[in-house]
């Protein structure tokens, strides 16, 4: 058997066993949606967090399969794209509409997340092949870009996340208070932070606010 090559994934709070459950089942339905097989594979577990890595092979045959599909025909392609995702979030937006019992709303709730993963990790992928498109076509014309460049060329600039808010407002709290050196100065601040990203805070992980 062919050894196999991975690159690195990433680290993150594990999440509760039901939405685990809901991902996995929704990246079997990748390889419906895409054509093959989700690249990313969970390594590891340790304590509350997981490690994941990403299989080259299946990196490199995701990254063909969208460049042939879109170089071929990217209005049909996007066309059928459309018309799953349409069809999906109809069935997800019905499970989770369902009044019934609190036992069927939660696992109305994972089944409706299983049908809306696979596009929010394709919506990624899409971004790292246009990515390497780009530098591809760049290089060809003696052109050097560097992938934090590319990063920024990418990235909506009037867009941040509400964890990334987060952790810049929780350092701004730091700063302020290794400055003024008071142990009692960020208390308040403290609280008022818990209150606006008490959402933030918990996503992804099991511990304690």
Same mark, same amino acid.
Do not use: W
């Given at each position: 058997?062919?050894?196999?090559?991975?690159?690195?994934?990433?680290?993150?709070?594990? =999440?509760?066993?039901?939405?685990?459950?809901?991902? @996995?089942?929704?990246?079997?339905?990748?390889?419906? #949606?895409?054509?093959?097989?989700?690249?990313?594979?969970?390594?590891?577990?340790?304590?509350?967090?997981? !490690?994941?890595?990403?299989? =080259?092979?299946?990196?490199?045959?995701?990254?063909?399969?969208?460049?042939?599909?879109?170089? @071929? @025909?990217?209005?049909?392609?996007?066309?059928?794209?459309?018309?799953?995702?349409?069809?999906?979030?109809?069935?997800?937006?019905?499970?989770?509409?369902?009044?019934? %019992?609190?036992?069927? $709303? #939660?696992?109305?709730? !994972?089944?409706?997340?299983?049908?809306?993963?696979?596009?929010?990790?394709?919506?990624?992928?899409?971004? =790292?092949?246009?990515?390497?498109?780009?530098?591809?076509?760049?290089? $060809?014309? /003696? =052109?050097?870009?560097?992938?934090?460049?590319?990063?920024?060329?990418?990235?909506?600039?009037?867009?941040? %996340? !509400?964890?990334?808010?987060?952790?810049?407002?929780?350092?701004?709290?730091?700063?302020?208070?290794?400055?003024?050196?008071? /142990?009692?100065? +960020?208390? @308040?601040?403290?609280?008022?932070?818990?209150?606006?990203?008490?959402? +933030?805070? %918990?996503?992804?992980?099991?511990?304690?606010?």
């Amino acid at each position: 058997m062919k050894k196999e090559l991975f690159e690195i994934g990433q680290e993150r709070a594990q =999440v509760n066993f039901l939405v685990a459950c809901a991902f @996995a089942k929704g990246y079997k339905r990748f390889k419906n #949606i895409l054509g093959c097989s989700h690249p990313e594979v969970i390594i590891k577990i340790f304590g509350e967090e997981y !490690a994941s890595l990403f299989s =080259v092979s299946g990196l490199s045959e995701l990254f063909a399969r969208i460049d042939a599909s879109l170089i @071929a @025909a990217p209005k049909k392609y996007y066309g059928k794209l459309k018309r799953q995702f349409s069809s999906d979030y109809a069935k997800a937006k019905k499970a989770i509409d369902s009044k019934k %019992t609190i036992s069927e $709303k #939660i696992e109305n709730g !994972a089944l409706a997340l299983s049908l809306l993963v696979p596009y929010i990790a394709a919506l990624r992928y899409y971004e =790292v092949g246009a990515m390497r498109r780009l530098k591809t076509l760049l290089a $060809k014309r /003696n =052109v050097t870009v560097e992938d934090k460049e590319m990063f920024f060329l990418f990235s909506p600039v009037d867009y941040t %996340t !509400a964890i990334t808010k987060e952790r810049i407002a929780f350092l701004k709290i730091a700063l302020d208070y290794y400055k003024n050196q008071k /142990n009692l100065c +960020c208390i @308040a601040a403290l609280q008022k932070h818990a209150k606006i990203y008490s959402a +933030c805070m %918990t996503h992804g992980s099991t511990q304690n606010r």
